[in-house]
């Protein structure tokens, strides 16, 4: 088994262009956080994000994950979604095809109807950090193949 990540921004997600990676390009923590850097460093400002945007370019970028294979999105925002029913049926066919969701709210926003689990919502301030972080790779190195 192995894993596969790429970052997906939300909120005008068609716009980062070339800065998202293909999907299994990154192969190291340390390609991810470069990655990470590079979004942020080209970011679109928007005071309207949308889950659904990146949900979207998810569905419409990346292959269906493979029989008995485990695909995971983690969704991390500060501000709120500004059209949860747009981000709740942009999520359906994504359930529908195999994947799985965790959120992480992070400041005002409250992402728990994302998460397909109660216990798969966190929300992250100042002092859990690391301990969320630890939950969640907990989480996914016990999920069951």
């Known amino acids: 088994m192995f894993s596969q990540a790429i970052n997906v921004p939300y909120g ?3 716009q980062y262009g070339t800065n ?3 999907f299994g ?3 190291s923590l340390a390609d991810l956080q470069k990655n990470l850097d590079d979004l942020y460093n080209n970011s679109i400002l928007t005071s309207m994000p949308a889950v659904a945007d990146g949900l979207n370019w998810i569905a419409n970028n990346i ?8 695909a ?4 991390v925002g500060y501000n709120p979604d500004v ?10 066919p994504l359930t529908t095809a195999g994947y ?3 959120s992480v709210s992070v400041g005002s926003g409250n992402f728990e109807s994302i998460a397909d689990k ?10 859990n950090g690391q301990t969320i972080a630890n939950q969640i790779s907990y989480i996914l190195c016990n999920m069951s193949l």
């Open 25 to 27: 390009d990154a192969k």
């Open 12 to 14: 005008s997600t068609d």
């Open 63 to 70: 292959d269906s994950p493979a029989a008995g294979s485990k």
């Open 72 to 75: 995971i999105v983690i969704v």
């Open 100 to 102: 799985q969701f965790l």
């Open 118 to 127: 109660k216990e798969w919502y966190f929300q992250v301030d100042q002092s």
């Open 20 to 22: 998202i990676l293909n």
């Open 83 to 92: 059209n949860e029913e747009a981000t709740y049926f942009a999520k359906m």
